[in-house]
């Protein structure tokens, strides 16, 4: 037996469909200062692999960083930062923790 279902809507090339992000939920960012020394501990902790050296930098892949911020408190250097996602107007949309 043959079920008639509905036809499933297609996601549009470059939406959340195709691939998913972190941006969605993510609060805040890392962040590579000048001080890093390329000693890559970060990572080794990142949970989503969201860290790679490429040639003589260290780089975040934003699709997948989930900004949990594990790589900043690894960082034996604070070359990493944790920067909040959104630098808009005061008071329309605080970040958590009243700050």
């Known amino acids: 037996m043959v079920k008639n279902l509905p036809p499933v809507p297609s ?6 469909v195709e691939s998913p992000s972190g941006l969605t939920w ?3 960012y890392p962040v590579i200062n ?16 969201a ?5 003589e930098n260290l780089n975040v892949t934003l699709k997948v960083c989930k900004g949990c911020g ?15 996602e959104f630098n808009g107007v ?3 949309f605080p970040a958590k923790g009243g700050k």
Do not use: H, W, Y
Not at 51 to 55: D, F, H, I, N, T
Not at 70 to 84: F, L, N, S
């Open 11 to 16: 996601g549009i090339a470059g939406s959340m």
């Open 26 to 28: 993510r609060e805040r």
């Open 34 to 49: 000048g001080d890093c020394n390329l000693c890559l501990e970060c990572t080794l902790f990142c949970p989503e692999g």
């Open 51 to 55: 860290l790679a050296q490429e040639k």
């Open 70 to 84: 594990i790589c900043a408190v690894e960082c034996k250097q604070k070359a990493v930062t944790m920067e909040p």
């Open 90 to 92: 005061p008071g329309i």
